[in-house]
């Protein structure tokens, strides 16, 4: 079979929307990428060759896709709402909504890069076991994963706490739209939107937000708010794909966030070969064989390629 990205899937386009547990970016910046990438990542293929492989993903991945991470050099730090702010009081609901609602009418889609094309097609070959992303944004599936382990749950998916009832987000799109006509048009032009769909709006205590369609219920993005928990079940799966394999690699990932270096650990505990394709430095330095300072869409190739 050719080895072209492109011809493997096709290509699809889905929402700007990331929102996941964030922390300050590492302190150490970005090393300039290797001008020979196959050379760069010829340590990997020796290190990995012929193993089943988990894969671990974060923003990193998804950043030459357009969509922003959160620790690259000069991102601003920020505070994003906790899900008991959320959860307890209406005017936080509303404020969130607002913004949020804003954030999803930006005028783009972002469509898979050649990282995410090159880690499905290592799935269909079977060496890639599964991929477990911090990722909501749905690009991995887009791509064509088959076994993508959602840790910070589904940008494309809101939920009912009280009686969890789920829609399409652009259904509560519409929904939105309805019950505040003019409200995105007076506002995205000129206004700036994070990685995660926040619209920095401050004046927000005129929208209208919907309630469940089924109960009356507070609806929420599927998604593991900061200051929330992962969902056992996914903890679980996850554990599996990694026990299912011989070595695990990080991609574009700083593993700042527990959930995610948590699967780390186990790989090392299980005397795994570990490599990592990163930008910059990740927590887990200390338990790698190899970190590749590259960009995941220009590496991942290579990586499918050589294997």
């Known amino acids: 079979m050719a080895n072209s990205i492109d011809a493997y899937f ?41 193993k089943r492989l988990a894969v671990v993903t974060g923003a990193g991945v998804s950043t030459d896709s357009g969509l922003p991470d959160y ?57 890639v076991t599964g991929v477990i992303t911090q990722n909501v944004d749905m690009l991995h599936s887009a791509a064509g994963s088959r076994r993508v382990v959602h840790l910070h749950g589904r940008g494309d998916r809101v939920v009912c706490t009280q009686c969890e009832y789920s829609m399409d987000r652009q259904d509560l799109h519409t929904i939105l739209t309805e019950l505040n006509p003019g409200w995105s048009e007076r506002h995205v032009d000129d206004v700036e939107i994070a990685p995660d769909a926040d619209a920095a709006i401050t004046d927000t205590a005129d929208f209208t937000v919907a309630d469940c369609p089924r109960c009356g219920g507070i609806l929420r993005t599927d998604v593991v708010f900061f200051g929330g928990r992962v969902n056992p079940a996914d903890i679980e799966e996850a554990g599996r794909v990694v026990s299912e394999s011989d070595a695990l690699l990080v991609a574009g990932s700083s593993l700042s966030v527990a959930s995610a270096l948590r699967f780390v650990r186990q790989a090392s505990r299980a005397d795994m070969p570990i490599a990592i394709i990163n930008r910059g430095p990740t927590r887990a330095d200390d338990a790698a064989s190899v970190h590749v300072y590259a960009g995941t869409s220009r590496a991942l190739p290579f990586l499918d390629r050589f294997l």
């Open 71 to 127: 620790r690259s050099p000069g991102s601003p730090r920020r505070n994003p709402m906790t899900i008991q702010q959320f959860m307890a009081s209406e005017s936080y609901r509303t404020h969130y909504w607002a913004r949020n609602h804003v954030g999803w009418s930006r005028p783009y889609r972002a469509a898979p890069n050649a990282g995410h094309y090159a880690l499905a097609h290592l799935e269909h070959r079977g060496i």
């Open 10 to 50: 096709p290509r699809g386009n889905v929402p700007n929307l990331r929102i996941k547990n964030i922390e300050a970016p590492p302190a150490d910046a970005a090393r300039p990428e290797p001008d020979d990438i196959a050379s760069a990542v010829e340590p990997i293929v020796e290190l990995v060759k012929g």
